[in-house]
């Protein structure tokens, strides 16, 4: 019988501590995705800096440009903040940014108030809906999609980089 109680006792101290865990699960994902967007945002503003004097490049014509990825990616950060905040941006596609220093507040900003945006949702929030690019999804998996493909555009931001003769700045 005591063998039965210890064995139910070491159960239940597991369930605990598994409901526990589940729990705080989500708030872990919430962090994962504001660090990840912080990571992002220093690696593309340092990138920005790195590459005044070559915004206007491109590897080949209908390719995106330097300044075309840097301004794409302010963009998408304001799409996702308002998905994520519930408050879309109604306006107009903003005018490209071309002068480096301000590419690069552009770029710190737009990951502050995205990692705001990411920051501020509550567990619930992550499963709710929102259209994103016309199609409806989770915020989470907004975030994932948005995330996924800006870390692509970093890739491209590399090349581009290292095409041109500059070497990242955390490659140093």
């Not at 709710?128 to 975030?143: I, P, R, V």
Request: aromatic letters at 6%.
């Amino acid at each position: 019988m005591k063998k039965i109680l210890t064995q139910y006792g070491v159960c239940a101290l597991a369930f605990v501590l598994m409901v526990s865990l589940a729990q705080a699960q989500p708030a872990k994902i919430q962090t994962a995705f504001g660090d990840d967007a912080g990571a992002l945002s220093k690696k593309f503003t340092a990138l920005a800096h790195a590459m005044t004097g070559k915004y206007d490049w491109k590897p080949g014509q209908g390719v995106r440009s330097v300044a075309d990825v840097f301004n794409l990616i302010v963009t998408e950060n304001g799409m996702l903040a308002g998905v994520l905040s519930g408050t879309p941006n109604t306006g107009g596609k903003p005018a490209p940014i071309t002068d480096p220093q301000k590419m690069q507040e552009a770029l710190k900003a737009s990951y502050a108030n995205l990692q705001k945006a990411i920051t501020g949702l509550s567990d619930n929030d992550l499963q709710t809906h929102g259209k994103l690019f016309g199609e409806d999804m989770t915020k989470q998996d907004a975030l994932m999609l948005i995330l996924e493909d800006q870390h692509e555009h970093l890739g491209q931001s590399i090349a581009y980089a290292r095409i041109n003769g500059v070497v990242p700045p955390w490659s140093k």
